[in-house]
């Protein structure tokens, strides 16, 4: 279960890839608009204000988070984006921070990329830290005789299957997509107590916290808070430094 709020408490954080993904889509008068992984609809209004004549089409595979974009007044539709097909006009897709949810998305990419017209725009960003201190003490926890049975058919002990830069412009230029693909490590500052637990409860350990009772979830984070406090330690002045890395790839169709 997504939580949207525990989402949004970074929302800057979480915000600025999406900006930065998206400012290199050069597309000038897109007919339909796609968010796919739309969340909670705090970026999709971006989408409309950046091209008021197109149709936007959001979508996302959790009720909470479809819910709490509709009560921004989005239109969203609750989708697994395994599922999407492109309408004939689809000019431009933004996928943000989704993919890595999804084993086997390169031919996904690639199914894409034969599906959109000529002329089309399609924006990937997905993290890039799943080697991470953070991620690693996730699933040294996770793997210890108390939790290992339960939460292994979660697949928080396993590492997300994303490509870096090279991958994800190899699969779209074989499409036969002009590809501009890069990563960028953000250095985020993280303020108050457990910044960087609070930080992946909103998305590393939400799948824990799905398999978890409250009295056992709190049994978990109880064990890996002083793992991310010594590898995240606190600054003298109280904040938290939160290296974060994230891989990014804009393709066109010619």
Request: aromatic share 10%; with cysteine; proline share 9%.
């Amino acid at each position: 279960m997504w939580d949207p709020q525990q989402y949004l408490a970074f929302d800057d954080h979480r915000s600025r890839p999406f900006f930065e993904l998206l400012g290199r889509v050069r597309a000038e008068q897109p007919r339909r608009v796609v968010d796919l992984g739309c969340g909670p609809g705090h970026l999709t209004n971006a989408l409309s204000e950046r091209w008021p004549d197109a149709i936007v089409e959001a979508s996302d595979s959790s009720p909470e988070m479809v819910a709490a974009a509709r009560a921004r007044g989005v239109h969203a539709t609750l989708l697994d984006v395994r599922e999407w097909e492109p309408e004939p006009d689809t000019d431009v897709v933004v996928c943000n921070a989704v993919l890595q949810w999804v084993p086997g998305h390169p031919a996904l990419l690639t199914d894409w990329a034969a599906k959109l017209p000529p002329g089309a725009w399609l924006g990937v960003q997905v993290p890039g830290n799943f080697d991470a201190p953070s991620h690693r003490s996730i699933r040294d926890v996770a793997g210890t005789d108390r939790w290992r049975d339960r939460l292994a058919p979660t697949g928080v002990l396993e590492a997300r299957n994303v490509l870096d830069p090279t991958g994800y412009a190899t699969v779209l230029a074989e499409a036969g997509w002009a590809v501009d693909a890069w990563e960028t490590t953000y250095l985020q500052r993280l303020t108050g107590d457990d910044p960087v637990l609070k930080w992946v409860s909103g998305t590393a350990l939400r799948p824990v916290r799905e398999a978890l009772d409250d009295a056992d979830w709190d049994r978990f984070v109880a064990e890996l808070a002083p793992r991310l406090r010594t590898a995240y330690p606190r600054q003298p002045d109280g904040t938290t430094w939160l290296p974060f890395r994230r891989v990014f790839a804009v393709a066109h169709r010619p």
